[in-house]
C-alpha cells in the first residue's frame, strides 16, 4: 500500500519538478540528450522545461537557478546568494593562486597554447601553474606544435566552462584593445623566433614559407 502511495505521488510530480531533481541529483551541468533519455521526451522538451523552471524558481524568490553552462544544464546557486554560500568552502588548497589564475586567464584567450609561449608572456616560469591546472582539471593538453621540439598545447576543459558558468568559449569577455607599441614588440620578437624555426626546418620543409610575401 505504501508503495501505491509513494506511486501516486510521484506520478502527481510535475515535468518542471522532476527537471529539478535529474538536475539536482546530477550535481554537474547535463547535456540535453542525457537529460531527455532521463526523462525519455523530446530535446525540444528539456528546453522548454528548462525555461519554465527557471522562470517559476525566479517567481518563487529561491536561491537556485536553471543555467546553461558547457552545452548543457545546471541547477546552480544565483549570485546573489554567492557571498553567503562561499563560506561554506572550508578547502583553500583548491583555491587558484594570482600567479596560477593568470596563466590559466592566458591559456583561456590563447590557446591552443605551449608553455614556452605562456611563459614568454608572463616572463616567469609556469611549471608549478600547469601542473595545478592539470591537477584541477581546468586545462588538458591538445596536442604537440608542429615546430623544433614539439611542444606541447594547452588549453581549457569543460570543467573550466562549468567552474566560470561559461556555455562556450565564445561567452569569454573581450579583451581591451591592445597597446601598439606592445603589440608591435611581441610581433617582432614572434617574427625573430618563427626566423629562427623557419631556418633549423628549411631542410626538411623547404616549401614551407613560401607562400609568405
Known sequence: MMKENESSRQGELSREATLEAVLFAAGNPLP?????????????EVVELARSLQ???TSEGSGLTV??????????TRPEAYATVERLSQVTDR?????????????AFKQPITKPEIEQLRGVRVER???????LGLICELGRKQVIGRPILYGT???FLRCFGLDSLDDLPQLPAEDPAVRLEL??????????????AEKDSPAEDSAKP
Open 55 to 57: 522562470a517559476k524558481l
Open 187 to 200: 610581433e617582432a620578437e614572434a617574427a625573430g623566433q618563427s626566423g629562427k624555426v623557419d631556418s633549423a
Open 129 to 135: 601553474a600547469l601542473a595545478k591546472l592539470l591537477e
Open 95 to 107: 583555491h587558484l593562486s594570482a600567479p596560477t589564475m593568470e596563466t590559466l586567464s592566458i591559456i
Open 67 to 76: 543555467q546553461k553552462v558547457a552545452g548543457g544544464y545546471q541547477l546552480v
Open 157 to 159: 576543459t569543460a570543467t
Open 32 to 44: 540535453l540528450s542525457g537529460i531527455a533519455a532521463v526523462m525519455d521526451c523530446e530535446e525540444s
